[in-house]
């Protein structure tokens, strides 16, 4: 027992120091816990680093009803950054009000958006407690930043939920999500614009 104790952080800590074989010592984090209350701190957060992308910016969300998010994202196609952004077929497909318009907002602005549909998600009369999720939740800025964790985009997750967001400054954990989010991508059997 002692040893599994002992084991299990080791490997959480190779994990997000994105270790391959070697530890990454190019690597460094942040964390931030929500519920930050009216504050909306993990919504700032993730604006100001949308603010410093000059490259690249990929995102996979489940739920998405930021405005403030959405602008950022926004306000980085205009500054010349590709932003492509994956989010759930289901919940999009049933988006009404706030998370209805982050995503007008963004199509609007011709940002690059699919909708993502695991295996069972399209099938009509599936329950949305048992159908398959396309429950990701991470971004990747140029190719060297990662922002993951349980948050989802929305205000009511930063204002009162308890959630958390992790920033990683680590080019192989961006890689190995960046090549997550593009396996994704390019598969035209679930994901769809």
């Known amino acids: 027992m002692v040893r599994m104790a002992l084991l299990v952080p080791a490997t959480v800590l190779a994990i997000f120091a994105g270790w391959q074989g070697a530890p990454d010592t190019k690597s460094s ?7 930050t ?3 909306r701190l993990v919504e700032k957060r993730i604006v100001r680093e949308l603010r410093a992308a000059r490259k690249k910016v990929v995102a996979a969300i489940y739920q998405f009803t ?3 998010v959405a602008e950022a994202l926004i306000a980085a196609k205009h500054r010349g950054v590709d932003v492509r952004v994956l989010v759930d077929g289901w919940q ?3 988006a009404r009000g706030v998370w209805g318009e982050a995503l007008r907002m ?9 909708r993502v549909h695991p295996a069972g998600a399209k099938e009509e009369g599936t329950s949305e407690a048992l159908r398959a999720k396309f429950h ?9 930043r990662v922002m993951t964790g349980s948050y989802n985009w929305t205000v009511l997750a930063d204002e009162e939920n308890y959630e958390n967001l992790v920033i990683l400054s680590s080019r ?6 960046g090549q997550e989010f593009e396996k994704i991508w390019k598969d035209g ?4 614009e």
């Open 29 to 35: 984090g942040d964390v931030i816990f929500a519920p």
């Open 37 to 39: 209350g009216s504050e």
């Open 66 to 68: 930021s405005k403030d």
């Open 92 to 94: 999009a497909s049933n």
């Open 106 to 114: 963004l199509a609007d602005a011709r940002v690059s958006i699919k």
């Open 136 to 144: 990701h939740k991470f971004m990747v800025i140029d190719g060297e």
């Open 172 to 177: 192989s954990l961006a890689t190995q999500f």
């Open 189 to 192: 059997k679930i994901a769809v």
